[in-house]
Protein backbone atom coordinates (compact mmCIF):
# COMPACT_ATOMS: atom_id res chain seq x y z
CA UNK A 1 0.00 0.00 0.00
CA UNK A 2 2.67 2.16 0.40
CA UNK A 3 5.84 2.77 -1.51
CA UNK A 4 8.75 5.26 -0.74
CA UNK A 5 9.48 7.91 -3.03
CA UNK A 6 12.46 9.64 -0.60
CA UNK A 7 12.97 12.52 1.27
CA UNK A 8 9.59 11.71 3.43
CA UNK A 9 7.33 11.57 0.67
CA UNK A 10 5.15 8.54 -0.16
CA UNK A 11 2.80 7.14 -2.79
CA UNK A 12 -0.44 5.60 -1.05
CA UNK A 13 -1.76 2.92 -2.66
CA UNK A 14 -5.37 0.96 -1.00
CA UNK A 15 -7.74 3.63 -3.07
CA UNK A 16 -9.96 1.09 -4.73
CA UNK A 17 -11.84 -0.33 -2.02
CA UNK A 18 -12.36 -1.04 1.44
CA UNK A 19 -14.52 -3.37 3.56
CA UNK A 20 -17.56 -3.49 3.71
CA UNK A 21 -17.34 -1.47 0.02
CA UNK A 22 -17.35 -4.06 -3.10
CA UNK A 23 -15.45 -2.19 -5.47
CA UNK A 24 -18.47 0.64 -6.04
CA UNK A 25 -19.66 3.77 -4.64
CA UNK A 26 -22.62 2.27 -4.32
CA UNK A 27 -22.14 1.23 -1.01
CA UNK A 28 -21.69 3.40 1.96
CA UNK A 29 -20.55 2.72 5.65
CA UNK A 30 -18.93 5.09 8.62
CA UNK A 31 -15.90 4.13 9.47
CA UNK A 32 -13.68 4.39 12.83
CA UNK A 33 -10.44 3.73 11.48
CA UNK A 34 -7.20 3.63 13.82
CA UNK A 35 -3.73 3.98 12.39
CA UNK A 36 -0.20 3.37 14.12
CA UNK A 37 2.95 4.64 12.22
CA UNK A 38 6.32 5.67 12.98
CA UNK A 39 6.48 8.78 14.89
CA UNK A 40 8.23 10.90 12.32
CA UNK A 41 5.37 10.53 9.85
CA UNK A 42 2.19 12.21 10.14
CA UNK A 43 -0.98 10.65 8.72
CA UNK A 44 -4.58 12.32 7.24
CA UNK A 45 -7.44 9.92 6.87
CA UNK A 46 -11.06 10.50 6.00
CA UNK A 47 -13.41 11.60 9.13
CA UNK A 48 -12.77 13.67 12.01
CA UNK A 49 -9.38 13.51 14.07
CA UNK A 50 -11.01 11.66 17.34
CA UNK A 51 -7.50 11.41 19.59
CA UNK A 52 -4.27 11.15 19.14
CA UNK A 53 -1.79 9.48 21.42
CA UNK A 54 1.70 8.13 21.68
CA UNK A 55 3.13 4.61 21.88
CA UNK A 56 6.80 3.40 22.53
CA UNK A 57 7.71 4.80 18.19
CA UNK A 58 4.57 4.91 16.84
CA UNK A 59 2.45 7.56 16.35
CA UNK A 60 -1.57 6.89 17.03
CA UNK A 61 -4.90 8.68 15.53
CA UNK A 62 -7.95 7.64 15.72
CA UNK A 63 -10.14 9.07 13.03
CA UNK A 64 -14.13 8.74 12.77
CA UNK A 65 -17.05 9.31 10.35
CA UNK A 66 -20.63 9.77 11.80
CA UNK A 67 -22.15 10.34 7.83
CA UNK A 68 -21.57 7.40 5.57
CA UNK A 69 -19.33 7.49 3.08
CA UNK A 70 -18.65 5.48 0.06
CA UNK A 71 -14.98 4.85 0.33
CA UNK A 72 -12.00 5.72 3.01
CA UNK A 73 -8.74 6.16 2.77
CA UNK A 74 -5.80 7.98 4.46
CA UNK A 75 -2.43 9.83 3.18
CA UNK A 76 0.94 9.64 4.64
CA UNK A 77 4.22 11.42 4.63
CA UNK A 78 6.78 13.89 6.61
CA UNK A 79 3.79 16.59 6.82
CA UNK A 80 4.00 19.93 7.85
CA UNK A 81 0.46 21.40 8.37
CA UNK A 82 -1.27 24.76 7.46
CA UNK A 83 -5.10 25.22 8.65
CA UNK A 84 -7.68 28.17 8.41
CA UNK A 85 -11.43 28.20 9.35
CA UNK A 86 -13.72 30.10 6.57
CA UNK A 87 -15.31 32.44 8.20
CA UNK A 88 -18.63 31.92 5.78
CA UNK A 89 -18.97 28.57 5.87
CA UNK A 90 -17.53 27.37 8.86
CA UNK A 91 -15.50 24.78 7.06
CA UNK A 92 -12.15 24.03 8.32
CA UNK A 93 -9.38 24.05 6.13
CA UNK A 94 -6.03 22.08 5.70
CA UNK A 95 -3.30 21.37 3.74
CA UNK A 96 -0.76 19.24 4.36
CA UNK A 97 2.82 18.94 2.22
CA UNK A 98 6.29 17.85 2.48
CA UNK A 99 9.65 20.16 3.55
CA UNK A 100 11.14 18.58 0.14
CA UNK A 101 10.15 16.50 -3.02
CA UNK A 102 10.84 13.39 -3.85
CA UNK A 103 13.65 11.60 -5.21
CA UNK A 104 12.68 11.74 -8.89
CA UNK A 105 12.66 15.81 -8.51
CA UNK A 106 15.19 16.40 -5.84
CA UNK A 107 17.90 14.79 -8.44
CA UNK A 108 17.67 16.92 -10.50
CA UNK A 109 20.53 19.36 -10.59
CA UNK A 110 19.85 22.97 -10.55
CA UNK A 111 16.35 23.24 -9.54
CA UNK A 112 15.80 24.09 -5.41
CA UNK A 113 12.46 22.71 -5.17
CA UNK A 114 10.46 23.39 -2.22
CA UNK A 115 6.47 22.46 -1.52
CA UNK A 116 6.29 24.43 0.85
CA UNK A 117 6.31 27.77 -0.47
CA UNK A 118 2.73 27.26 -2.41
CA UNK A 119 0.83 25.63 0.52
CA UNK A 120 -0.24 29.36 1.35
CA UNK A 121 -1.85 28.98 -2.18
CA UNK A 122 -3.23 26.10 -2.25
CA UNK A 123 -4.89 26.99 1.05
CA UNK A 124 -6.52 29.46 -0.30
CA UNK A 125 -7.90 27.86 -3.54
CA UNK A 126 -9.42 25.30 -1.35
CA UNK A 127 -11.35 27.41 0.51
CA UNK A 128 -12.71 29.52 -1.95
CA UNK A 129 -13.74 26.58 -3.66
CA UNK A 130 -15.51 24.98 -0.46
CA UNK A 131 -16.82 28.43 -0.55
CA UNK A 132 -17.92 29.16 -4.21
CA UNK A 133 -19.99 25.46 -4.29
CA UNK A 134 -21.33 25.91 -1.30
CA UNK A 135 -22.80 28.71 -2.54
CA UNK A 136 -23.83 27.17 -5.70
CA UNK A 137 -24.61 23.70 -4.71
CA UNK A 138 -25.25 23.68 -0.76
CA UNK A 139 -23.33 22.78 1.94
CA UNK A 140 -21.07 19.99 2.42
CA UNK A 141 -21.46 17.90 5.67
CA UNK A 142 -18.00 16.82 6.26
CA UNK A 143 -16.69 19.97 7.87
CA UNK A 144 -13.24 20.07 7.00
CA UNK A 145 -11.39 19.20 4.16
CA UNK A 146 -7.65 18.12 4.29
CA UNK A 147 -5.90 19.24 0.74
CA UNK A 148 -2.82 16.26 0.88
CA UNK A 149 0.25 16.53 -1.31
CA UNK A 150 1.18 13.04 -2.53
CA UNK A 151 3.96 12.59 -5.24
CA UNK A 152 2.59 11.93 -8.36
CA UNK A 153 3.07 14.73 -10.73
CA UNK A 154 -0.11 15.38 -13.29
CA UNK A 155 -2.80 12.60 -10.56
CA UNK A 156 -5.59 14.19 -8.82
CA UNK A 157 -7.78 12.50 -6.66
CA UNK A 158 -10.72 13.16 -3.85
CA UNK A 159 -12.36 11.48 -1.26
CA UNK A 160 -14.67 12.63 0.99
CA UNK A 161 -13.03 15.32 3.32
CA UNK A 162 -9.26 14.33 1.93
CA UNK A 163 -8.11 15.72 -1.68
CA UNK A 164 -4.82 13.79 -2.81
CA UNK A 165 -3.00 16.71 -4.69
CA UNK A 166 -0.32 15.83 -6.99
CA UNK A 167 2.98 17.85 -6.07
CA UNK A 168 3.37 20.05 -9.18
CA UNK A 169 0.13 22.27 -7.25
CA UNK A 170 2.92 22.62 -4.79
CA UNK A 171 5.16 24.17 -7.20
CA UNK A 172 5.25 27.80 -8.48
CA UNK A 173 5.52 28.34 -11.95
CA UNK A 174 9.18 29.47 -12.23
CA UNK A 175 9.62 25.42 -11.00
CA UNK A 176 7.52 23.82 -13.23
CA UNK A 177 8.59 26.27 -16.45
CA UNK A 178 12.46 24.34 -15.35
CA UNK A 179 10.94 20.78 -15.35
CA UNK A 180 8.73 21.05 -18.29
CA UNK A 181 10.39 24.01 -20.64
CA UNK A 182 7.14 24.72 -22.86
CA UNK A 183 5.08 21.95 -21.98
CA UNK A 184 4.67 24.42 -18.80
CA UNK A 185 2.63 26.70 -20.32
CA UNK A 186 0.19 24.03 -20.98
CA UNK A 187 0.11 22.59 -17.74
CA UNK A 188 0.01 25.32 -16.10
CA UNK A 189 -4.22 25.03 -16.94
CA UNK A 190 -3.91 21.83 -15.11
CA UNK A 191 -2.46 23.37 -12.02
CA UNK A 192 -5.37 25.90 -12.62
CA UNK A 193 -8.09 23.56 -12.47
CA UNK A 194 -6.83 20.64 -10.64
CA UNK A 195 -7.89 21.45 -6.71
CA UNK A 196 -11.35 23.19 -7.85
CA UNK A 197 -11.77 19.77 -9.80
CA UNK A 198 -10.76 17.79 -7.01
CA UNK A 199 -12.78 19.51 -4.42
CA UNK A 200 -16.00 19.73 -6.15
CA UNK A 201 -15.71 16.02 -5.84
CA UNK A 202 -17.18 15.83 -2.01
CA UNK A 203 -20.01 17.17 -3.81
CA UNK A 204 -20.05 14.87 -7.19
CA UNK A 205 -18.95 11.78 -5.98
CA UNK A 206 -19.59 11.64 -2.09
CA UNK A 207 -22.37 13.77 -1.37
CA UNK A 208 -23.56 12.54 -4.73
CA UNK A 209 -22.37 9.07 -6.80
CA UNK A 210 -23.43 7.71 -9.43
CA UNK A 211 -24.98 4.46 -10.23
CA UNK A 212 -23.14 2.94 -13.58
CA UNK A 213 -20.31 3.40 -16.05
CA UNK A 214 -22.97 4.83 -17.73
CA UNK A 215 -23.42 7.66 -14.90
CA UNK A 216 -19.97 8.31 -14.10
CA UNK A 217 -20.68 11.79 -16.12
CA UNK A 218 -22.50 13.17 -12.63
CA UNK A 219 -19.17 13.44 -11.23
CA UNK A 220 -16.19 13.74 -13.69
CA UNK A 221 -18.49 16.17 -16.12
CA UNK A 222 -19.92 18.00 -12.89
CA UNK A 223 -16.40 18.51 -11.31
CA UNK A 224 -14.74 19.71 -14.80
CA UNK A 225 -18.09 22.67 -15.20
CA UNK A 226 -17.19 23.39 -11.25
CA UNK A 227 -14.14 24.22 -12.40
CA UNK A 228 -15.15 26.79 -15.02
CA UNK A 229 -17.42 28.19 -12.59
CA UNK A 230 -14.47 28.88 -10.31
CA UNK A 231 -12.39 30.22 -13.13
CA UNK A 232 -14.83 32.27 -14.02
CA UNK A 233 -15.15 34.02 -10.11
CA UNK A 234 -11.20 33.80 -9.93
CA UNK A 235 -10.09 34.97 -13.34
CA UNK A 236 -10.61 37.54 -15.93
CA UNK A 237 -13.25 36.94 -18.36
CA UNK A 238 -11.31 36.21 -20.96
CA UNK A 239 -9.24 33.16 -19.24
CA UNK A 240 -12.84 31.91 -18.27
CA UNK A 241 -13.42 32.02 -21.84
CA UNK A 242 -10.05 29.57 -22.56
CA UNK A 243 -10.91 27.51 -20.17
CA UNK A 244 -14.14 26.31 -22.16
CA UNK A 245 -12.27 26.67 -25.67
CA UNK A 246 -9.70 24.06 -24.60
CA UNK A 247 -13.00 22.18 -23.33
CA UNK A 248 -14.81 22.06 -26.95
CA UNK A 249 -10.90 21.51 -28.44
CA UNK A 250 -11.03 18.67 -26.47
CA UNK A 251 -14.08 16.92 -28.00
CA UNK A 252 -13.65 18.33 -32.03
CA UNK A 253 -10.12 18.27 -32.59
CA UNK A 254 -8.71 14.94 -34.27
CA UNK A 255 -6.05 12.87 -33.46
CA UNK A 256 -3.10 11.47 -35.51
CA UNK A 257 -6.57 8.79 -36.43
CA UNK A 258 -8.10 11.77 -38.23
CA UNK A 259 -10.83 10.66 -34.89
CA UNK A 260 -12.05 13.64 -32.68
CA UNK A 261 -13.06 12.40 -29.48
CA UNK A 262 -16.59 12.94 -30.17
CA UNK A 263 -17.14 10.72 -32.83
CA UNK A 264 -16.01 7.53 -30.41
CA UNK A 265 -19.88 7.82 -29.80
CA UNK A 266 -22.22 8.98 -27.06
CA UNK A 267 -21.21 10.66 -23.78
CA UNK A 268 -23.59 8.11 -22.01
CA UNK A 269 -21.12 4.75 -22.88
CA UNK A 270 -18.51 6.31 -20.49
CA UNK A 271 -15.43 4.31 -20.45
CA UNK A 272 -16.64 2.43 -23.27
CA UNK A 273 -15.42 5.29 -25.56
CA UNK A 274 -12.17 4.48 -25.32
CA UNK A 275 -10.10 2.68 -28.10
CA UNK A 276 -7.36 2.02 -30.02
CA UNK A 277 -7.42 4.99 -32.30
CA UNK A 278 -9.37 7.09 -30.54
CA UNK A 279 -7.27 6.34 -27.10
CA UNK A 280 -8.58 9.28 -24.36
CA UNK A 281 -12.17 9.65 -25.71
CA UNK A 282 -13.53 8.50 -22.42
CA UNK A 283 -12.09 11.63 -20.68
CA UNK A 284 -12.88 14.28 -23.52
CA UNK A 285 -16.29 13.33 -23.33
CA UNK A 286 -17.03 11.96 -19.89
CA UNK A 287 -14.94 15.24 -18.15
CA UNK A 288 -14.77 17.91 -21.17
CA UNK A 289 -18.62 17.58 -22.90
CA UNK A 290 -19.89 16.09 -19.98
CA UNK A 291 -18.74 19.97 -18.34
CA UNK A 292 -20.35 22.00 -21.49
CA UNK A 293 -23.53 20.10 -21.23
CA UNK A 294 -23.91 21.52 -17.53
CA UNK A 295 -22.77 24.57 -19.36
CA UNK A 296 -25.19 24.92 -21.65
CA UNK A 297 -28.49 23.96 -19.46
CA UNK A 298 -26.72 26.67 -17.37
CA UNK A 299 -27.16 29.65 -20.10
CA UNK A 300 -30.43 28.37 -21.41
CA UNK A 301 -31.71 29.09 -17.25
CA UNK A 302 -30.18 32.30 -17.04
CA UNK A 303 -32.49 35.15 -16.23
CA UNK A 304 -31.31 38.44 -16.80
CA UNK A 305 -32.03 39.64 -13.76
CA UNK A 306 -31.55 37.07 -11.45
CA UNK A 307 -29.04 35.30 -13.37
CA UNK A 308 -28.03 31.61 -12.41
CA UNK A 309 -30.66 31.88 -9.47
CA UNK A 310 -32.62 28.92 -11.51
CA UNK A 311 -29.96 26.76 -12.11
CA UNK A 312 -28.73 27.04 -8.66
CA UNK A 313 -31.93 26.01 -7.40
CA UNK A 314 -31.66 22.57 -9.62
CA UNK A 315 -27.99 21.95 -9.17
CA UNK A 316 -28.88 22.03 -4.82
CA UNK A 317 -32.55 20.38 -5.58
CA UNK A 318 -30.31 17.28 -7.13
CA UNK A 319 -28.00 17.44 -4.11
CA UNK A 320 -30.43 17.69 -1.58
CA UNK A 321 -32.74 14.60 -3.32
CA UNK A 322 -29.26 12.39 -3.91
CA UNK A 323 -27.68 12.94 -1.24
CA UNK A 324 -25.52 9.74 -0.02
CA UNK A 325 -27.33 7.79 -2.74
CA UNK A 326 -26.46 6.86 -6.32
CA UNK A 327 -27.95 8.81 -9.37
CA UNK A 328 -28.43 7.45 -13.08
CA UNK A 329 -28.22 9.51 -15.99
CA UNK A 330 -32.12 9.38 -16.09
CA UNK A 331 -32.70 10.15 -12.26
CA UNK A 332 -31.07 13.34 -12.93
CA UNK A 333 -33.25 14.61 -16.20
CA UNK A 334 -36.42 14.00 -13.70
CA UNK A 335 -34.54 16.56 -11.28
CA UNK A 336 -33.91 18.62 -14.69
CA UNK A 337 -37.75 18.20 -15.75
CA UNK A 338 -39.04 19.23 -12.25
CA UNK A 339 -36.89 22.93 -12.66
CA UNK A 340 -36.71 23.33 -16.43
CA UNK A 341 -38.05 26.59 -17.45
CA UNK A 342 -41.44 27.24 -20.13
CA UNK A 343 -39.08 28.45 -22.53
CA UNK A 344 -37.34 25.15 -22.76
CA UNK A 345 -40.21 23.04 -23.37
CA UNK A 346 -38.60 22.40 -26.72
CA UNK A 347 -41.22 19.64 -27.53
CA UNK A 348 -43.98 20.74 -25.42
CA UNK A 349 -44.52 18.01 -23.08
CA UNK A 350 -42.70 19.61 -19.97
CA UNK A 351 -39.41 17.32 -20.20
CA UNK A 352 -35.67 17.64 -21.10
CA UNK A 353 -36.05 14.48 -23.32
CA UNK A 354 -34.79 16.45 -26.49
CA UNK A 355 -31.45 17.78 -24.61
CA UNK A 356 -30.59 14.83 -23.04
CA UNK A 357 -31.30 12.72 -26.65
CA UNK A 358 -28.95 15.04 -28.59
CA UNK A 359 -26.36 15.73 -26.15
CA UNK A 360 -25.82 12.32 -23.61
CA UNK A 361 -27.47 10.11 -25.64
CA UNK A 362 -26.42 11.14 -29.16
CA UNK A 363 -22.89 11.98 -31.06
CA UNK A 364 -24.15 14.62 -33.06
CA UNK A 365 -22.37 18.27 -33.67
CA UNK A 366 -23.80 20.92 -35.25
CA UNK A 367 -22.29 23.83 -36.92
CA UNK A 368 -24.01 27.00 -36.82
CA UNK A 369 -24.45 29.70 -39.56
CA UNK A 370 -26.53 33.21 -39.00
CA UNK A 371 -27.16 35.60 -41.50
CA UNK A 372 -29.10 38.49 -41.15
CA UNK A 373 -29.69 41.73 -42.21
CA UNK A 374 -30.53 45.07 -40.28
CA UNK A 375 -33.11 47.87 -41.90
CA UNK A 376 -34.11 50.68 -40.58
CA UNK A 377 -37.90 51.40 -39.24
CA UNK A 378 -39.96 54.06 -38.42
CA UNK A 379 -39.18 55.71 -34.99
CA UNK A 380 -35.38 55.25 -35.56
CA UNK A 381 -35.95 51.51 -34.64
CA UNK A 382 -34.21 48.67 -36.56
CA UNK A 383 -35.99 45.42 -38.42
CA UNK A 384 -33.81 42.38 -37.82
CA UNK A 385 -34.09 39.47 -39.84
CA UNK A 386 -32.17 36.41 -39.89
CA UNK A 387 -31.97 32.68 -40.62
CA UNK A 388 -30.13 30.51 -38.58
CA UNK A 389 -28.36 26.87 -40.48
CA UNK A 390 -27.87 24.03 -38.61
CA UNK A 391 -25.38 21.02 -40.09
CA UNK A 392 -24.51 17.71 -39.57
CA UNK A 393 -26.75 16.86 -37.46
CA UNK A 394 -29.85 14.35 -37.89
CA UNK A 395 -33.20 15.68 -39.15
CA UNK A 396 -34.55 16.07 -35.39
CA UNK A 397 -31.54 17.06 -33.72
CA UNK A 398 -33.14 20.21 -32.05
CA UNK A 399 -31.36 23.33 -30.20
CA UNK A 400 -32.11 26.83 -28.29
CA UNK A 401 -29.52 29.08 -29.61
CA UNK A 402 -29.08 32.50 -28.06
CA UNK A 403 -29.06 35.93 -29.95
CA UNK A 404 -26.53 38.46 -28.43
CA UNK A 405 -26.91 42.17 -29.45
CA UNK A 406 -24.34 44.53 -28.55
CA UNK A 407 -25.54 48.05 -27.81
CA UNK A 408 -23.44 50.46 -26.72
CA UNK A 409 -20.57 48.21 -25.67
CA UNK A 410 -22.71 45.69 -23.98
CA UNK A 411 -23.70 42.69 -24.96
CA UNK A 412 -27.39 41.63 -24.32
CA UNK A 413 -29.45 38.59 -25.39
CA UNK A 414 -31.99 39.49 -26.98
CA UNK A 415 -33.90 35.74 -27.57
CA UNK A 416 -33.34 31.83 -28.22
CA UNK A 417 -33.47 30.69 -31.90
CA UNK A 418 -35.40 27.42 -31.25
CA UNK A 419 -34.21 25.44 -34.06
CA UNK A 420 -35.27 21.70 -35.26
CA UNK A 421 -33.53 20.26 -38.15
CA UNK A 422 -31.50 22.74 -40.85
CA UNK A 423 -32.93 26.38 -40.72
CA UNK A 424 -34.94 28.60 -38.60
CA UNK A 425 -35.76 31.98 -39.46
CA UNK A 426 -36.47 35.27 -36.97
CA UNK A 427 -37.54 38.52 -37.22
CA UNK A 428 -37.40 41.35 -34.42
CA UNK A 429 -37.81 44.95 -33.68
CA UNK A 430 -34.95 45.98 -32.24
CA UNK A 431 -34.96 49.69 -30.37
CA UNK A 432 -31.81 50.54 -31.91
CA UNK A 433 -28.75 49.81 -34.75
CA UNK A 434 -26.52 47.17 -32.61
CA UNK A 435 -22.45 47.44 -33.17
CA UNK A 436 -22.26 43.39 -33.21
CA UNK A 437 -24.42 40.56 -33.36
CA UNK A 438 -23.24 36.53 -32.02
CA UNK A 439 -24.82 33.44 -30.96
CA UNK A 440 -21.82 32.67 -28.31
CA UNK A 441 -20.95 35.21 -26.02
CA UNK A 442 -20.85 32.98 -22.69
CA UNK A 443 -19.85 29.96 -24.33
CA UNK A 444 -23.50 29.04 -24.13
CA UNK A 445 -23.71 26.39 -27.00
CA UNK A 446 -21.03 23.56 -28.17
CA UNK A 447 -20.51 23.48 -31.51
CA UNK A 448 -18.25 22.52 -34.10
CA UNK A 449 -18.36 25.93 -35.99
CA UNK A 450 -20.38 29.20 -35.81
CA UNK A 451 -19.99 31.92 -38.10
CA UNK A 452 -21.89 34.87 -38.00
CA UNK A 453 -22.62 36.77 -40.89
CA UNK A 454 -24.32 39.87 -41.99
CA UNK A 455 -25.93 40.16 -45.24
Not at 369 to 382: H, I, M, S, W
Request: charged letters at 20%; proline letters at 5%; one cysteine or more.
Amino acid sequence: MIHKEGQGNFSVGGRESWYPSLNSFLDQATYDLTFKVPKQYTLVSVGKLMKQWNEENLACTQWKSDIPLAVAGFNYGAFKKKQITDADTKYEVEAYYTPDVPDYLHELPGVNLTPGTMADQVLNEAQNSIRLFTHQFGPAPYGRIAITQQPEFDFGQSWPGLVYLPISAFLDSTHRWRLLDQAAFRFGDFIQEVTPHEVSHQWWGHMTAWSTYHDQWLSEGFADFSAGLFMEAAQKPEEAGKFWDRLRDAIVQKNNFGNAANDAGPLWLGIRLNASKNVGAYNRLVYSKGAWFLQMLRMMMRDEKTGDQDFMALMRGYVQTYLHKSASTEDFMQIVNKHMKSTMDAEGNHRMDWLFRDWIFGSDLPKYRFEYTLTPADGGKVTLEGKLTQSDVSPDFQMMVPLYLDFDGHWIRGGMIRIRGNTATMKATLPKMPKRISLNVNHDVLAAEITVKKL
